[in-house]
């Protein structure tokens, strides 16, 4: 468990955009970034936020009919961050009829023009960051910001190196004004191993009283396989595509749904390696792997819910990436952080 001591030091602002279930801000606000505003276009994720922070400004609304000059706060914040959805690469030969995901990217790049922020935060898929057959794209986003005046540098992270017991990977862009990028140090890896699933769960697993949460614990000793959201518009929740539920079958876990509850004391399961019963993970445990406190609650039904989740950027990814650029603006952080 991360244990991290109280931000006493200066607080800067940021503007999120596509703000999901809050998983970027989240871990920007960690870093001592609050928002003056977020912004999300689906119901249930302004709900998620305004349920976990009554406090913060959240305006419900799509990116692409976002006017700044409605939203004078939003001028000249420290920090401009994005959690888009996923880019294809397909979309960017397709000009006059794009993706939408493509769309918001854009939309993203212009409103740098118009709030001028000292920096920017992109998380994305890693092929955006990294694939040649993004290159067209990168280059529409990299022309803009020159243009702008900003200096840029593209990442590509895996969640792991930060603590979240995920192998996950993120396309991350870092932009800064003028020649601050200079003084932008990448965030390093964690030096302790992640933790592994068994160790993120077991007790979760064992609330109710299930007699073999510590036997399940034990033999899931390996990080989690990415987890995926799904579509919006069909389909239950699962935890990822045929591949991952393989990987998940091998830690005795059923990746193709997603539970109400932890297993309780007269639930079944076999020990033996080709044992038939596989455990479920509930909504709060599939947070946890995205590195979630406990208390952050996801608004709505349980698929609903998952499919925030799943579609969450890991917080401790956005504080590490919060930190090295609030030292590149030459602004102290918290104290490194510690484990317990």
Not at 48 to 63: A, F, I, K, M, Y
Not at 291 to 305: E, H, L, M, Q
Request: charged letters at 25%.
């Amino acid at each position: 468990m991360v244990i991290m001591e109280e931000f006493r030091h200066e607080r800067l602002s940021c503007l999120a955009v596509c703000a999901g279930a809050g998983g970027l801000a989240l871990g920007l606000e960690q870093a001592g970034f609050d928002p003056v505003l977020l912004l999300d276009n689906r119901p249930v994720a302004c709900e998620t936020l305004r349920l976990n922070r009554p406090d913060w400004n959240v305006l419900e609304s799509d990116l692409l009919d976002f006017v700044p000059e409605e939203h004078r706060e939003c001028y000249d914040v420290d920090l401009l961050a994005a959690g888009l959805p996923r880019v294809k690469a397909s979309a960017a030969v397709r000009r006059e009829d794009s993706d939408e995901e493509l769309r918001l990217l854009e939309a993203t790049v212009m409103l740098v023009h118009g709030v001028q922020p000292r920096a920017l935060l992109i998380e994305n898929v890693s092929e955006l960051a990294s694939k040649p057959a993004y290159e067209p794209i990168r280059a529409v986003v990299e022309a803009e910001l020159e243009h702008l005046g900003y200096e840029y540098a593209w990442f590509v992270v895996n969640a792991m190196w930060h603590g979240v017991p995920q192998d996950r990977k993120q396309g991350i862009l870092v932009a800064l004004k003028g020649d601050s990028m200079r003084d932008f140090v990448p965030p390093p890896r964690d030096t302790d191993p992640p933790p592994t699933v068994g160790e993120a769960l077991g007790a979760s697993m064992a609330a109710r009283g299930w007699p073999h949460a510590a036997a399940w614990a034990a033999q899931a000793d390996q990080v989690a396989p990415t987890l995926v959201g799904g579509s919006w518009n069909r389909g239950g929740p699962d935890l990822g595509p045929t591949g991952s539920k393989r990987s998940w079958a091998r830690m005795r876990v059923n990746g193709g749904t997603v539970a109400t509850d932890v297993p309780g004391p007269d639930d079944r399961w076999d020990p033996s390696p080709d044992g038939a019963d596989l455990v479920k993970l509930t909504v709060e445990q599939a947070a946890r792997l995205q590195g979630f406190p406990d208390d952050w609650s996801f608004a709505g039904g349980k698929t609903v819910r998952y499919r925030q989740v799943g579609h969450a950027s890991p917080p401790p990814v956005a504080r590490a990436f919060g930190l090295a650029i609030r030292a590149a603006l030459g602004r102290r952080g918290p104290a490194p952080r510690d484990r317990q």
